[in-house]
């Protein structure tokens, strides 16, 4: 299985269960791992028969600022199944961080896993 990779996606959202927290937006990092076969985008090296991750990280920017949730683990569900919808993608890795929301953590977040995995070339 190939795997397109986005790696510490920083996006600006309302993200939180406490009344100030619904009031300011805060940072939450992203990685991905997005399942697709990349075989025939290298021979033909046409951008259109692979994962555009520059498209992708736009339309998860987008996702997060017209989004407000309380938990991660909201953000991280709807996030995979509106990216596994939008852009066909079988089986993904996302973890989400949310950075400073514990004294003493660098950050706290998921990893979550959709889809089925594609099977090795």
Do not use: C
């Amino acid at each position: 299985m190939d795997r397109v990779l986005i790696e510490a996606l920083d996006v600006d959202t309302v993200i939180g269960v406490y009344d100030w927290e619904r009031t300011i937006t805060q940072t939450l990092s992203l990685d991905l791992q997005l399942a697709t076969d990349i075989r025939s985008a290298a021979q033909t090296d046409d951008l259109s028969l692979t994962l555009d991750y520059a498209a992708i990280s736009q339309r998860i920017d987008a996702f997060a600022k017209q989004h407000a949730f309380a938990l991660v683990e909201t953000f991280a569900e709807r996030l995979a199944a509106m990216l596994q919808e939008e852009f066909g993608i079988a089986w993904l890795q996302l973890t989400v961080r949310k950075p400073g929301a514990v004294p003493n953590a660098r950050a706290v977040g998921v990893t979550i896993e959709r889809g089925t995995r594609l099977a090795n070339h």
